[in-house]
Nanobody, 117 residues
């Protein structure tokens, strides 16, 4: 089992920056990567950013060029550095880790990010 705990959420002004952290514990060797999804009210869940165990990164189109995901494998921690934040970035951000052999997903409880205009 893997536990994911997010931190760093909060409220910022448009144009500001914020960094989220997610620490994984437990059976971390069963993870094939780590990343972030977000969910805003009345909108579909969307991929924000992710990094695989071999270092490949993926970004959602809406955040490309503004957000950066990076992982410290030694600390079992993934970070999401967000810049040039927009009100439409307001959402609950969930740390995510796919199960290495499929059929399972690990999820954090979420961190709320609000961006005011």
């Amino acid at each position: 089992q893997v536990q994911l705990v997010e931190s760093g959420g909060g409220s910022v002004r448009a144009g500001g920056s914020l960094t989220l952290s997610c620490v994984a514990s437990g059976s971390t060797s069963t993870m094939s990567g780590m990343g972030w999804y977000r969910k805003a009210p009345f909108k579909v869940r969307e991929l924000v950013a992710a990094v695989t165990n071999d270092g490949r990164t993926t970004y959602g189109d809406s955040v490309k060029g503004r957000f950066t995901v990076y992982r410290d494998s030694a600390k079992n921690t993934v970070y999401l550095h967000m810049t040039s934040l927009k009100p439409e970035d307001t959402a609950t951000y969930y740390c995510h880790a796919p199960y290495k052999w499929g059929g399972m997903d690990y999820w954090g409880k979420g961190a709320l990010v609000t961006v005011s205009s």
